[in-house]
């Protein structure tokens, strides 16, 4: 039984999960995730099924080694740097990732969340180098170009996404992937799900637009000052290391951003003809 | 929409807006130095941290930070005085000859409380040491001395930066606790 189900792998065969390796490629980063466990292996490829890549070669190598079943932690993630090694810890995790050698270690029970979080760490801390972030956003694809919806929770990412039309590609509708590109910024798909818990498209395309979302009783878009978008784009980065540098790599990145793409506010009523402002 | 503003120049002017807003929102303020104006006892890199006070708490021998033109600068008060009828602080950089503009309440931003080189801290409450009184007048009167004191300090942040224990981050935090 648990043979067919690693057979059903999409992607990966039974010769990858017997060396226990499954590569997930997100913003183009691939990151080699080693468990061992077939069943641990399986559940990694149903979760992320659309950003698995096994020929890609890993921007990073993680080794997991399964502590028992436990809950999820809903205490804050602590990162922290020691030279050239990362230290992530929470409650239901504990991990470490030397840049130099690019391989890392993670304990953590056996459960998606945990590994989600692990993940968003390593890559917002491959991004903050780069000049990327993740943002607290749904992003969406429509003519080949990205626009990235954000705000809090309950501010309406999986509204937003939600009335999304058919010819609109949904990248996410909870963590936006955002990369700086030969002085371009685009936006990628993940398999981060929101509320909406359906991972998002594997495509990126430039970014046309970060909208802030209020809802309203109209539909509108309001301009905003350019301090006030860096502003509100601080506050929805998500960003975990208590590391000098790397913030201020990422306060420069939100500067950086605001300056270069077009920014505004989007009010809006839970109705479909939001996406008409949305071109 | 926003309008872009894409020039290196008003990207700083953004950076210095929001500094601003959080030095005035949440009392404090941490940013690393830049400049010469201060050496030797602000050499560029260096964090200072600083707390938003009025005009009227800045005492001479304070360095204090204001905002003019889009940028931010920390020089040392030389004197309180009234300009213009208004209360103002005349600054000047250690290893600078002129005087600045006579710094007005508005522009006025805060003093500058602590600060961390090379993962050390240095005490700011003491008033600066005969060597240094030397190093920023002989700074003053020449860009070779700038220069030679800008690479010794280089060469002993490198030598230091391994005898660095715990992140300057703390290292504030440890100065404001007591």
Redesign the interface.
């Known amino acids: 039984m648990r043979t067919a189900e690693v057979q059903s792998c999409a992607g990966v065969t039974v010769a990858d999960l017997a060396g226990g390796a499954v590569t997930v490629e997100i913003g183009g980063i691939p990151i080699s995730l080693n468990a061992g466990d077939p069943e641990f292996c399986a559940l990694i490829d149903r979760r992320y099924a659309g950003f698995i890549n096994p020929d890609a070669k890993p921007h990073l190598e993680f080794e997991f080694e399964l502590a028992p079943a436990g809950e999820p932690s809903d205490e804050d993630a602590r990162v922290s740097r020691k030279g050239p090694v990362w230290f992530f810890h929470r409650g239901d995790f504990q991990a470490k990732w030397d840049t130099q050698s690019r391989r890392g270690w993670v304990r953590q029970s056996p459960n998606p969340y945990s590994l989600d979080s692990v993940l968003r760490i390593a890559h917002s801390l491959a991004l903050a180098e780069e000049g990327g972030f993740l943002l607290h956003a749904a992003s969406a694809m429509r003519n080949g170009r990205a626009f990235l919806f954000s705000g809090v929770s309950g501010a309406g990412k999986t509204t937003i996404a939600r009335l999304a039309p058919p010819d609109v590609n949904l990248l996410t509708d909870e963590i936006s992937y955002v990369r700086c590109c030969d002085s371009q910024y685009r936006a990628y798909g993940t398999p981060f799900a929101g509320e909406l818990a359906r991972p998002g498209e594997n495509l990126s395309g430039p970014i046309e637009t970060l909208y802030f979302l209020v809802q309203g009783p109209e539909n509108r878009v309001e301009p905003i000052t350019t301090k006030q978008a860096a502003r509100k784009l601080l506050r929805n980065i998500l960003f975990f290391a208590h590391d000098r540098e790397l913030v201020r790599k990422v306060f420069d990145a939100a500067v950086q951003f605001v300056s270069t793409v077009n920014v505004a506010k989007l009010v809006f009523t839970r109705d479909r003809q939001v996406w008409e402002l949305v071109q | 929409?926003?309008?872009?503003?894409?020039s290196t120049e008003?990207?700083e002017a953004?950076?210095v807006?929001?500094a601003v807003?959080v030095l005035r929102s949440s009392g404090k303020l941490q940013f690393?130095a830049r400049g010469t104006s201060m050496i030797p006892v602000i050499f560029p890199g260096d964090?200072l941290a600083v707390r938003h006070q009025p005009i009227a708490a800045a005492q001479p021998g304070d360095i204090v930070l204001w905002s003019r033109n889009a940028r931010l600068c920390a020089h040392r008060v030389v004197q309180c005085a009234n300009f213009e009828g208004q209360t103002a602080a005349v600054t000047r950089g250690d290893a600078v000859r002129d005087a600045d503009t006579p710094v007005t309440a508005d522009e006025f931003l805060g003093i500058v409380y602590a600060l961390v080189r090379c993962g050390k801290q240095i005490d700011l409450a003491r008033p600066p040491s005969t060597a240094s009184l030397v190093i920023s007048y002989l700074a003053r009167h020449s860009d070779i001395v700038t220069a030679l004191v800008l690479r010794c300090h280089s060469l002993l942040c490198f030598l230091g930066s391994s005898e660095q224990s715990f992140?300057?981050?703390e290292k504030i935090d440890l100065l404001e606790s007591t």
Do not use: S
Not at chain 2, 1 to 6: A, I, K, P, V
């Open positions: 929409m926003t309008t872009h503003e894409g008003d990207r953004l950076k807006d929001l807003e690393a964090i992140p300057q981050q």
